[in-house]
């Protein structure tokens, strides 16, 4: 690799990079930033108008191998991961066997390197428990120890407060979050969408906003008795916001995401009974989205993930009630996050950089990427002014299931650099 990006808008939030300025790499490695007239032998590329940053990471991803690789394989979901922008995803347990031996950790990590010549970077997060049945705590020390960097039984909760307790005590030895999927089953059992004036208009089974709320409740007094790092994964509701907001107060070690779905879609879009707006946490109300927003802009909301979850047409072409949650995600976050976000002035992308790039990997405890002379290039390029259609038919997920398929969206991921490969995502 030889490659000179001339005239780019550089930014990276944790070294306080804002500047246009070119920029050049040679066998991965940053050379030179700056004025650079000539490099002997380089492929020069102008990025006049687009953003180069500190590599993203979706660190909510379902690659669904091993088990269900109809879905989605490591493969295509490395693919549409770097044409979505993304030079790092954190994939989800709930595959079969579930990630929950450390035979499945090494396993997945081994396929990750030969997909692409390694230029997305996959981090497993292991099951809090065996089999994610919320009986049996993992072994997860084992598990950090192949290469796990957090804990959850995502698609469950970790709903007895003794199994959560005693994960998080662990976690708190060995300095791994512990990423709950906050759902008391005992108020969603059947429910198909957000409790309220529209679920009972269409006559579908509600889950109400307290069942995310007191879940989190609970585990944050818990994480007030430990002291454990504790991430909430997901969140879709106001009081949701407000809870996290006064514990970060307290400076408790508590964080969180959000979806682009959450903060783009309310639950009217289920009016068509389309299944691709059947997810779970549901989709809220304008008010829920209202306080989303803000808790990104004040801070409360760490990071932004896709929770990207790959269905087969089959299984989301049945009746509402019977089809499966979860949407894809990867390949329209960035033009959601632009179009939702900086183009209504919630965020600077500045801060939209923080949230998908520099708070994942703080709080997963990830290897940095920065943008500096000696550091090796992990990079997003991003063009914050492209206007361009959604089509699902171009996607390089193996699934389709998105209900933003004909959405107009601003701004889109230009290409990714890392582990010394480039790929321009079109």
Not at 40 to 53: C, M, Q, T, W
Not at 367 to 392: C, F, H, M, Q, Y
Request: aromatic fraction near 6%.
């Amino acid at each position: 690799m030889n490659i000179l990006f001339k005239n780019a808008h550089l930014i990276d939030p944790a070294l306080n990079v804002d500047s246009v300025a070119d920029i050049h790499i040679v066998h991965g490695i940053i050379q030179k930033i700056g004025r650079v007239s000539f490099a002997k032998g380089a492929e020069v590329y102008d990025l006049a108008e687009k953003i180069v940053a500190p590599g993203f990471v979706d660190m909510h991803v379902h690659l669904r191998e091993p088990g269900y690789e109809y879905k989605e394989t490591i493969e295509t979901g490395c693919r549409a991961a770097a044409s979505g922008g993304f030079t790092a995803v954190c994939c989800m347990p709930n595959t079969n066997p579930a990630i929950d031996d450390a035979s499945v950790v090494k396993n997945i990590l081994e396929r990750a390197r030969s997909v692409l010549g390694g230029i997305v970077d996959v981090y497993p997060i292991a099951a809090v428990t065996k089999g994610r049945e919320g009986k049996e705590l993992a072994p997860m020390m084992e598990l950090a120890d192949a290469g796990a960097v957090g804990f959850t039984d995502d698609g469950a909760p970790v709903e007895q407060a003794e199994i959560m307790r005693r994960a998080l005590e662990y976690a708190s030895m060995i300095g791994k979050p512990i990423i709950q999927h906050a759902e008391d089953l005992t108020l969603t059992k059947g429910g198909a969408m957000n409790e309220g004036f529209i679920s009972t208009g269409l006559g579908l089974p509600g889950m109400p906003q307290v069942a995310e709320e007191v879940m989190v409740a609970r585990d944050i007094r818990m994480v007030e008795y430990i002291g454990a790092p504790y991430h909430v994964a997901h969140i879709s509701t106001r009081g949701t916001v407000e809870l996290v907001r006064s514990t970060k107060a307290k400076k408790l070690p508590v964080t969180c995401e959000v979806t682009p779905h959450h903060f783009t879609l309310t639950d009217e879009a289920v009016r068509s009974f389309d299944t691709n707006t059947k997810m779970n946490p549901p989709l809220r109300t304008q008010e829920d989205i209202e306080a989303i927003k803000e808790g990104l802009r004040d801070g409360t909301i760490d990071v932004i993930a896709t929770d990207h979850a790959p269905h087969s047409q089959d299984e989301k072409e049945v009746e509402f009630a019977f089809a499966p949650f979860g949407i894809v995600g990867l390949e329209t976050a960035i033009g959601l996050a632009i179009t939702e976000l900086v183009e209504l002035k919630v965020l600077t992308l500045s801060q939209l950089i923080e949230k998908f790039s520099i708070n994942p990997r703080k709080i997963l405890k990830l290897s940095s990427a920065k943008i500096a002379e000696g550091e090796r290039a992990n990079l997003t390029i991003v063009d914050p002014k492209s206007e361009w259609v959604v089509d699902i038919r171009q996607f390089k997920s193996k699934s389709k299931n998105s209900p933003f398929h004909g959405r107009t969206l601003r701004g889109k991921a230009f290409a990714v650099i890392n582990n010394n490969q480039l790929l321009f995502s079109d």
